[in-house]
Antibody, heavy 118, light 107 residues
Framework: QVQLVESGGGLVKPGGSLRLSCAAS????????MSWIRQAPGKGLEWVSYISSSSTYTNYADSVKGRFTISRDNGKKTLYLQMTGLRAEDTAVYYC???????????WGQGALVTVSS | DIQMTQSPSSLSASVGGRVTITCRAS??????LAWYQQRPGKAPKLLLYAASRLESGVPSRFRGSGSGTDYTLTISSLQPEDFATYYC?????????FGQGTKLEIK
């Protein structure tokens, strides 16, 4: 069955960096676009970024552009999100999700909590 | 970015009842709309896409409809496990956006 498992979350100071990973299994990872979506505590869902199956194409929300970088390693079946210049408003649970061709998110990981605080 | 507005933000209903949630887009999204269910402490789950197509394994009591800018999610014969928060999402634009969510509570 499809599984997505995030790791790398934690507490970081404002201005700091963190890298999230998402290990995929149960499907042909290299066939799918992948995405990061976040949810601040008690708030709704916010799309962060996605990457095409061969890493040719990436896109970012304005709120993270220039600070976050999405990447993937198809050999390791792993998705990454490198986060730099972190701000308090980046505090959220970060989900990785598999995207269909139409950018519908059909499988989600359990989420990784990132807390930005001094 | 396309703005998605859900209403109501919360509602209460009884087991066995029926509810309707509305999602309005700031422009025509040509049925490029998905609905997700999120239970407390869990990841969202895809329910429907293309406004009315049921994802595999989702019960038929979930029904979606709409076109243009206005869409609805109707849940019939409410079960205890249906009490959760529901989100719409447009994927017409490459920069997808979600509605703010509708929390469904037990009356």
């Amino acid at each position: 069955q499809v599984q997505l498992v995030e790791s790398g979350g934690g507490l970081v100071k404002p201005g700091g960096s963190l890298r999230l990973s998402c290990a995929a299994s149960g499907f042909t990872f290299s066939d799918y676009y992948m995405s990061w979506i976040r949810q601040a505590p008690g708030k709704g869902l916010e799309w962060v970024s996605y990457i095409s199956s061969s890493s040719t194409y990436t896109n970012y929300a304005d709120s993270v552009k220039g600070r976050f970088t999405i990447s993937r390693d198809n050999g390791k079946k792993t998705l990454y999100l490198q986060m730099t210049g972190l701000r308090a408003e980046d505090t959220a649970v970060y989900y990785c999700a598999r995207a269909t061709n139409e950018r519908v998110f059909d499988y989600w990981g359990q989420g990784a909590l990132v807390t930005v605080s001094s | 970015d396309i703005q998605m507005t859900q209403s109501p933000s919360s509602l209460s209903a009884s087991v066995g009842g029926r509810v309707t949630i509305t999602c309005r887009a700031s422009q025509d999204i040509s049925i490029s709309l998905a609905w997700y269910q999120q239970r407390p402490g869990k990841a969202p789950k895809l329910l429907l896409y293309a406004a009315s197509r049921l994802e595999s394994g989702v019960p038929s009591r979930f029904r979606g409809s709409g076109s243009g800018t206005d869409y609805t999610l109707t849940i019939s014969s409410l079960q205890p496990e249906d009490f959760a928060t529901y989100y719409c999402q447009q994927y017409y634009s490459t920069r997808v956006t979600f509605g703010q969510g509708t929390k469904l509570e037990i009356k």
